[in-house]
C-alpha cells in the first residue's frame, strides 16, 4: 500500500523561482491536507481540501495556492519562492466525516531550501 | 481558538525507565478529538491514538498508555520500560468538530523531543 505520496522528497530553489509539490493518495480519501514543519514549531496547517473541488486556507497560506486535480492528487504551488518558505512539507489525507474524528495519514515529506 | 500546549521540549531518559509526555490542550467546543503521532528520526509522522471528547477511559496498547482529563483538558502519554527504538519526537494534536461538513485539519502541539539512552 502506497498511502500518501509526495514528490519530490529533496528540492532546492533559488528565491524567486516557482515549484509545485504534488501528493496523491490511494486509499479513496475526501479530504486533503497540506503543512508545513519548521524547527521548534510542529506542523502548521497550509491549505485543506474537504473534497474535491474545494479548498481552504489553513493557518498559514500566504505565498501559496493549491489544486485539487481529483480525489487522489492535492498540490501544493509556490509562485516565488522566499527563504522563509524554506521547511519540510507534509501532505495529509483523512476519510473525512462531519465529525472529524478520522486520523490523518502522511506522506514521508518534502525538505525544501530556498537559497 | 484551538491550542495545544507540549510543555516539555525535550526529555532524556535511560533505557527500561517510564517516561510521561505532557499535552494541554485548549478549545471552546465540546465535542472534539485528541490524536498522538510519533515521528522517528527518519522523518515520517506515525498515527499512535485517537481519542474523543466524550470518552475520557484511559488506554493501554502494549507499553503505551494515554490519561485523557477533560477536567484539566490534558493528554499525558506515558510510556512504560522505555527502549531505544522509542527515540522520537511525540506530536499531540487536536481537531474540532466541523458541523458544516468542512475539515479545519489537526492543531499540532510544538512536540517533545524524546531521547532514551541505552
Known amino acids: 500500500n502506497a498511502g500518501v505520496t509526495q514528490t519530490p522528497k529533496f528540492q532546492v530553489l533559488k528565491t524567486g523561482q516557482s515549484m509545485t509539490l504534488q501528493c496523491a493518495q490511494d486509499?479513496?480519501?475526501?479530504?486533503m491536507y497540506w503543512y508545513r514543519q519548521d524547527p521548534g514549531m510542529g506542523l502548521r496547517l497550509i491549505y485543506y481540501?474537504?473534497?474535491?473541488?474545494?479548498?481552504d486556507k489553513g493557518e498559514v497560506p500566504n505565498g501559496y495556492n493549491v489544486s485539487r486535480l481529483n480525489k487522489r492528487e492535492f498540490s501544493l504551488r509556490l509562485e516565488s519562492a522566499a527563504p522563509s518558505q524554506t521547511s519540510v512539507y507534509f501532505c495529509?489525507?483523512?476519510?473525512?466525516?462531519?465529525?472529524?474524528?478520522?486520523?490523518?495519514?502522511f506522506g514521508d515529506g518534502t525538505r525544501l531550501s530556498i537559497l | 481558538a484551538q491550542k495545544v500546549t507540549q510543555a516539555q521540549t525535550e526529555i532524556s531518559v535511560v533505557e527500561k525507565e517510564d517516561v510521561t509526555l505532557d499535552c494541554v490542550y485548549e478549545t471552546r467546543d465540546t465535542t472534539y478529538y485528541l490524536f498522538w503521532y510519533k515521528q522517528p528520526p527518519s522523518g515520517e509522522l506515525v498515527f499512535l491514538i485517537r481519542r474523543n471528547s466524550f470518552d475520557e477511559q484511559n488506554e493501554i496498547s502494549g507499553r503505551y498508555s494515554w490519561n485523557f482529563q477533560k477536567s484539566t483538558s490534558s493528554f499525558n502519554f506515558t510510556i512504560t520500560a522505555s527502549q531505544v527504538v522509542d527515540s522520537a519526537v511525540y506530536f499531540c494534536?487536536?481537531?474540532?468538530?466541523?458541523w458544516g461538513g468542512g475539515a479545519d485539519g489537526l492543531t499540532f502541539g510544538k512536540g517533545t523531543h524524546l531521547i532514551i539512552q541505552p
Open positions: 481540501s474537504a473534497s474535491e473541488g474545494t479548498t
Open positions: 486509499m479513496n480519501h475526501n479530504s
Open positions: 495529509a489525507s483523512s476519510n473525512l466525516r462531519a465529525s472529524g474524528d478520522q486520523p490523518q495519514h
Open positions: 494534536a487536536l481537531s474540532e468538530v466541523a
